[in-house]
């Protein structure tokens, strides 16, 4: 099928690649011309792993191109996807004016049947304004158009296995015609019959269930899933914090209630909280979502709330660790919002840095990935060539996320080039046995009473 990807982000560029992969014809739009510069000349401009051979296999397969001009795309292909960003306006609400101009554009230049598939993460409604536009402006007798919405569950660091093995594809249509062609489209993905790109043996996969919903409920599944994850990780982190003062082990806590299939085993990990460009994002516009509903979603309030106070909790530990921060060295390891991804929108490490700052601490960062995005918005620190560079000299180190990469570091080594070796983990990757058999003061998340303490108790 020929089919148009407008926008060339995260979730376009994803969503062009992997329907390329399964077999489509595939145009990806962006008004960036550099953007699309990079892509056509072998490049890419984020870091996510598998993405970049998967945009080269299929331009190679000449299956996928990157154009800027939409009256291209929209002149060849019947199937759009609109995949343009809806960031949170200062007052939570989402910011659809790219959606609009992109919706004006397949008005003017559209003509015949379109099938036009809303993939961005937008308030319920969303769709029902794209007809009404549409009925409104699309006003050329000779463009028909069918609205559907599809959101995309794609996690960063494994949006293409995310892509490929999805838990579900939720479609919300109005028509029959819709759910057909998209049930057309992601046929490979729902049998799972297709060569798997990421995964050399992934055969005998199930079906993936195909969930079609009207228009409304598909918007709502996606912010409704997306909060009710944020909930579980603030759920979790209020549990630690009672462990801490109890002197319980959340990650015991945790694996049990975890085990109970009605709640699940994900998203039940402690730390310092959740960031990136979806969560806060889609919970701010979630709960705005209620509040014009006239709904009540002080939960989802509290929620964000308790998200935010896990910086304030963190910087108290470190405080109760150095006393007082100004002049102090402070090496930070990590500064993506998570691991396996260069993005640090709204990442909790930064919020960490931007508060140790403000106290005049000194500090010292690594990152594997996400050096340069974090240069941009936080140039105040030193960057460090490695993990150890940030440790060399240190008071206290701050683990932020969790990369593999941490995990393999020589710890006698970095034991011996801190000033004071005294770690604080805000995402609980390191085993304490592990710190305490390498002398470390290590202070954790809800693991118990602070490592330190606890060991001196230890006959
Ligand atoms: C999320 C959704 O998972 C995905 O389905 C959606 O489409 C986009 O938003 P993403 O933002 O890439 O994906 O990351 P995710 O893996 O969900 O993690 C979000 C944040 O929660 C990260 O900061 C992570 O560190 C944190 N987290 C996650 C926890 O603090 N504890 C957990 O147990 C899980």
């Known amino acids: 099928m020929k089919i148009a990807v407008i926008g060339a982000g995260y979730v376009g560029l994803i969503t062009a690649a992997g329907l390329a992969?399964?077999?489509?014809?595939?145009?990806?739009?962006?008004?960036?011309?550099?953007?699309?510069?990079?892509?056509?000349?072998?490049?890419?401009?984020?870091?996510?792993?598998?993405?970049g051979d998967l945009v080269k296999r299929n331009q190679g397969a000449k299956r996928l191109e990157?154009?800027?001009?939409?009256e291209v795309a929209l002149e060849k292909c019947p199937v759009i996807f609109i995949c343009v960003g809806t960031p949170p306006l200062e007052n939570g609400d989402a910011d659809l004016s790219s959606l609009e101009l992109v919706a004006r554009r397949i008005s003017e230049h559209a003509r015949g049947y379109h099938l036009v598939i809303e993939k961005s993460t937008v308030p319920v409604q969303t769709g029902r304004r794209l007809q009404k536009h549409f009925g409104t402006y699309g006003?050329?007798?000779?463009?028909?158009?069918?609205?559907?919405?599809?959101?995309?569950?794609?996690?960063?660091?494994?949006?293409v296995e995310d892509f490929f093995h999805p838990d579900r594809i939720v479609v919300g249509v109005d028509s029959e015609r819709a759910a057909g062609l998209l049930e057309e489209i992601y046929h490979p993905l729902l049998r799972q019959s297709f060569a798997c790109p990421v995964h050399e043996n992934c055969g005998n996969r199930p079906r993936v269930p195909f969930v079609v919903t009207?228009?409304?409920?598909?918007?709502?599944?996606k912010h409704a899933s997306n909060s009710f994850l944020a909930m579980k990780i603030s759920f979790i982190n209020m549990v630690a914090d009672l462990c801490e003062a109890v002197g319980a082990d959340v990650e015991?806590?945790?694996?049990?209630?975890?085990?109970?299939?009605?709640?699940?085993?994900?998203?039940?990990?402690?730390?310092?909280?959740f960031g990136g460009s979806c969560f806060p994002k889609d919970l701010q516009a979630f709960v705005r979502v209620g509040r014009n509903s006239g709904c009540?979603?002080?939960?989802?309030?509290?929620?964000?709330?308790?998200?935010q106070s896990r910086i304030d909790l963190f910087i108290k530990k470190i405080k109760d660790e150095l006393w007082v921060l100004r002049g102090k060295r402070i090496g930070v390891w990590g500064l993506a919002f998570k691991p396996r991804t260069d993005d640090v929108r709204f990442s909790p490490s930064l919020a960490v840095i931007r508060r140790?700052?403000?106290?005049g601490a000194l500090v010292r960062a690594y990152d594997p990935q996400a050096m340069e995005k974090a240069k941009a918005v936080v140039p105040e620190i030193e960057y460090c060539s490695d993990a150890?560079?940030?440790a060399e000299g240190a008071e206290a180190l701050l683990a932020l996320t969790e990369w593999e990469e941490f995990l393999r570091l020589d710890l006698t080594k970095v034991f011996q080039i801190m000033a004071r070796p005294l770690i604080l983990d805000g995402r609980n990757m390191f085993p304490r046995a592990r710190m305490a058999a390498h002398g470390f003061e290590y202070v954790d998340i809800g693991r118990g009473s602070p490592a330190r303490k606890h060991l001196q108790m230890v006959p």
Do not use: W
Not at 27 to 38: A, G, H, L, Q, S
Not at 214 to 221: G, M, P, Q
Not at 252 to 273: N, S, T
Not at 356 to 359: G, S, V, Y
């Open 66 to 70: 990157f154009i800027s001009q939409v």
């Open 356 to 359: 140790l700052l403000a106290e």
């Open 21 to 51: 992969e399964i077999g489509h014809q595939v145009i990806c739009v962006d008004d960036d011309t550099r953007k699309i510069e990079v892509l056509n000349s072998g490049g890419m401009f984020f870091y996510e792993p598998n993405l």
């Open 388 to 390: 150890y560079a940030a």
């Open 296 to 307: 009540d979603f002080t939960l989802l309030r509290e929620v964000e709330r308790i998200n």
């Open 214 to 221: 009207d228009i409304n409920s598909a918007e709502l599944i």
């Open 139 to 159: 006003n050329n007798p000779l463009f028909q158009c069918d609205v559907a919405s599809n959101p995309e569950f794609l996690r960063e660091g494994s949006g």
């Open 252 to 273: 015991k806590v945790a694996e049990a209630v975890g085990m109970d299939r009605r709640i699940g085993a994900g998203f039940l990990r402690p730390g310092v909280g």
